[in-house]
């Protein structure tokens, strides 16, 4: 894995002012250096108190129902079986914010995907209690745990100011900019095609003895070891995996989930090859025919991968930043599809 130095913040900013992605963000350059001269402190996480008593803890498994139902008020297709899978993995990188009674009402996550690498998101706050320090005082309780490591995230545009007012997120990495697409209809996936793949090509749908393959073509993309994280994602419950060789050689593979908003949320699709990729595309469709749409997380830069995304029809599209601490790290967006998870993976 090839590690970057940062550009300076006023890149970062200048990137936001310019907004070439249909956001909200419409300050000028000036304007936001000026907004940040007088309110970085505003924002300083450790300088807001909450307005009500909050308790943060580590997040178990049985508060997981009641985490999706703070992400379906924000309308994100995250999958509960795959915050399952990592807390096993990494049971000290989930957080929620209770009630003094108990009742959940934020969550967090900074998980450790490789030694000094932590990946933030889960980031939200029950719609009755926000702009009440709550959101605030959970991102100050994780900051021991990222302090002095690498630190990735995918911001919304209009959170990405603040996030780098905040002190901790500076800069901005715009080849690893993320649509979020989803087609709420049960779009027709025989538009896809894979008569376009040679004869020394098979799919083959997940099995045990095909993890090893798949782990080491997953390195292949990401540039770190996934084992762990693989063996639990491919045989989660409700969960559908296949896998393209070449000649024996695995070449791609990719995983269809059911969001907490009852979609199909394709989260990964890899291949060497945009070909291989439609074709794994149309077979985890068709293996998941109940489901309530299609949801995939595609890198702007990949324009093949948008142009699957409009075969199966007109999606709804929300844009987001990555954002990090200190390094940039380098994927090759080319064999990128779709992402595995925009809150706990860094790819």
């Known amino acids: 894995m090839f590690f970057r130095r940062s550009v300076l913040l006023d890149c970062a900013l200048r990137i936001i002012s310019q907004n070439p992605y249909g956001g909200t963000i419409r300050q000028s350059n000036v304007g936001i250096q000026e907004s940040l001269r007088w309110t970085h402190n505003k924002y300083k996480i450790d300088?807001?108190?909450?307005?009500?008593?909050?308790?943060?803890?580590?997040m178990k498994?049985?508060?997981?129902?009641?985490?999706?139902?703070?992400r379906r008020q924000v309308r994100v297709h995250d999958v509960a079986t795959f915050l399952q899978s990592w807390m096993k993995i990494d049971p000290e990188g989930m957080f929620v914010a209770s009630t003094e009674d108990g009742k959940i009402i934020g969550a967090v996550s900074m998980v450790q995907n490789h030694h000094d690498l932590y990946m933030g998101g889960l980031y939200c706050v029950h719609e009755k209690y926000r702009n009440q320090g709550v959101g605030s005082h959970l991102c100050k309780c994780v900051i021991p745990r990222f302090q002095g490591k690498i630190v990735l995230g995918n911001s919304v545009l209009h959170m990405t100011e603040k996030y780098i007012k905040a002190g901790h997120l500076h800069y901005i990495d715009e080849n690893l900019t993320t649509l979020k697409n989803y087609i709420p209809n049960q779009e027709n996936f025989n538009v896809l095609s894979n008569k376009d793949l040679p004869d020394n090509i098979e799919i083959e749908p997940f099995q045990i003895s095909l993890l090893r393959s798949i782990v080491q073509y997953d390195a292949s993309v990401v540039g770190f070891e996934r084992a762990q994280m693989l063996e639990l994602s491919c045989q989660e419950k409700d969960s559908e995996t296949f896998v393209a060789f070449r000649n024996g050689a695995?070449?791609?593979y990719g995983s269809i989930k059911r969001s907490c908003l009852g979609a199909g949320r394709v989260s990964p699709l890899f291949a060497d090859d945009p070909t291989v990729a439609e074709g794994l595309l149309k077979k985890l469709l068709e293996s998941y025919p109940n489901r309530n749409g299609f949801a995939m997380m595609t890198l702007k830069k990949?324009?093949?991968?948008?142009?699957?995304?409009?075969?199966?029809?007109n999606p709804e599209i929300e844009t987001c930043m990555r954002i990090y601490s200190k390094a940039k790290i380098e994927f090759d967006t080319n064999r990128i599809f779709a992402l595995t998870?925009?809150?706990?993976?860094?790819i």
């Open 47 to 58: 300088t807001v108190l909450p307005k009500i008593p909050v308790k943060v803890r580590f």
């Open 341 to 346: 998870d925009m809150n706990l993976c860094a």
């Open 250 to 252: 695995c070449i791609g």
């Open 61 to 70: 498994e049985e508060d997981i129902p009641y985490v999706m139902e703070l």
């Open 302 to 313: 990949n324009e093949f991968a948008s142009s699957l995304i409009r075969k199966l029809g």
